[in-house]
């Protein structure tokens, strides 16, 4: 196979008429219509030998023996790699985007709706994932009996995410408001796992000076009320109507509904794809390393920053013949606004 650095000007032009024509009508590309559209003036002979050069190269395949080419997986990875960058929305999806995104004050708002707005302006699949509480910070905890051995603990951190649950414990309300003014007034803005490794030293090492707080607190800790449920994942799926019309393969199309139904699946998918310390947005050009049944699809994605924190993931899923410069674009202008929005909340 020809290493895409060594494709010429001539065949890189109509590898990238091919790859662009194929993804606006779905049909198969023939010599006589990137003839008329050829800037060079190429004739059709010209054009099916170019096309026979890049079939050998691996970037074309026929369908049917009559019939034209269509892009192959690495005809699509080249084609992205000479488009990063160049693109601009138009005017009408900027609106779009932030008057979907306007008035919202906290991370998981902001996913729920950047889902649902990515599925709107890439018609395809829009996906959020917002990262575990472990990683935001915290804004304050509340602690309140409910009866006999039962307390209701509440989390809630800087990005917004709320985290409850039930612990079966018997301390008075006294106490628990202690401790929680403890915990509010020491440890806003820490990270959950850094807070509970001080906090356990601190219970080991003070507990003679705070015998009845900390006791109060090592009993909270034991039973988990300032875990922030940091094995799971809030995740946002929209769009997956889109694929109804996208996908022709009713067998394929069920397999990818289903997947799109196990959120466990699409976390498991953007931590296999997308490293939350890359700055640019990342196409993924077939996802069957991951999984196995989104062999033909393509994740475009980037990470969600406030600052310098990620809070999460966004992306697009959609097959191969998805309009890459578009969907780039929107991907890399949602990210750019989650992190100026959410910076000007704080």
Known sequence: MTPPGNIGHREREILTAIVETFIATGEPVGSRVLSRSNREGLSPATIRNVMADLSDAGFLEQPHTSSGRVPTTE???YYVEQISGEAHLSPGDENIIRDSLAGITDVPEFLERTSRVLSLVSKNVGVAVAVPGEKNALEHVYFSRLGDQKV??????RSGLVRDRVLRLDISQADLDRAARYINENFRGWTMSNMRAELQRRIEAERSEYDRLMA????????GALTADA???????EGASNLVANEQDRERLQEMLKTLEEKGKI?????????TKQEAVRVVIGLDEALP?????????APARVGSEVMGSLAV???TRIDYQHTMTAVSYIARLFDKILNETE
């Open 317 to 319: 899923i959609g097959p």
């Open 75 to 77: 005809a699509y990875r």
């Open 152 to 157: 209701l603990a509440v989390v809630v951190t």
């Open 216 to 223: 109060s607190l090592e009993q909270l800790y034991k039973q």
């Open 231 to 237: 094995g799971t994942q809030t995740v946002f799926v």
């Open 293 to 301: 049944s989104m062999s033909n699809f393509v994740l475009i994605g």
């Open 267 to 275: 976390v498991r998918l953007l931590e296999a794809y997308l490293d």
